[in-house]
Nanobody, 127 residues
Framework: QVQLVESGGGQVQAGGSLRLSCAASGLTFSSYAMGWFRQAPGKDREFVARISWRSGGSTTYADSVKGRFTISRDNAENTVYLQMNSLKPEDTAVYYC???????????????????WGQGTQVTVSS
């Protein structure tokens, strides 16, 4: 049974930082590309970042977080991370990690590209 469990969310003031973690089990983690998405109240789930299957592999970011967020992974620990700096109130959302098994989808920024999802962790940024 595949499980993705996010942690590290919370409440922070604008300009602050948070580090999200997503622990994976029940899958060959090192074979999966991993992504982070977020969903604010009343909005669709949106792409945040993606990292290829390798530790230190290629990364892609949404324009809205580029330069502020960093995705990374540790294949030895079956964990993917999202370091979030210079947080803004508009970053407030539930953040989800997701796994994309090979063959990898070309539409990596879409929800449908991913096969497994975590339950989400709330991030609230106050002004």
């Amino acid at each position: 049974q595949v499980q993705l469990v996010e942690s590290g969310g919370g409440q922070v003031q604008a300009g602050g930082s948070l580090r999200l973690s997503c622990a994976a089990s029940g899958l060959t983690f090192s074979s999966y590309a991993m992504g982070w998405f977020r969903q604010a109240p009343g909005k669709d789930r949106e792409f945040v970042a993606r990292i290829s299957w390798r530790s230190g592999g290629s990364t892609t970011y949404a324009d809205s977080v580029k330069g502020r967020f960093t995705i990374s992974r540790d294949n030895a620990e079956n964990t993917v991370y999202l370091q979030m700096n210079s947080l803004k109130p508009e970053d407030t959302a539930v953040y989800y990690c997701a796994a994309d098994r090979p063959p990898y989808s070309g539409n990596y920024y879409t929800v449908n590209a991913y096969d497994y999802w975590g339950q989400g962790t709330q991030v609230t940024v106050s002004s």
